[in-house]
């Protein structure tokens, strides 16, 4: 895989948080940027995929997402919109 030099702009305390990060693992600022900006990048075909999903099969409830979560091994978090359902 080829690489570039590139250049942005990260609030202070992003920054710092990534730099922490990379020095507790022992790795680059740019491994840790990397691998955030990858995760972002799955998360998105993620949607992409819940949205199809969910225009064919209708959407999740709040009761489905929270079983999800259990079987993921990971906490629910609700979508913090009391006016929308989550999904």
Known sequence: MST???????????R??????????????SAVVTE?????????????????HQASYGKFDENELRRLAGQAGVPYVGSGRPDESAA
């Open 4 to 14: 570039e030099r590139v250049t942005v702009s990260l609030p202070d305390d992003v």
């Open 16 to 29: 710092q948080a990534a730099h922490r990060i990379a020095e507790d693992r022992g790795t680059s600022f």
């Open 36 to 52: 955030a900006l990858t995760g972002w990048l799955r998360a998105r075909l993620v949607d992409a995929w819940l949205a199809e």
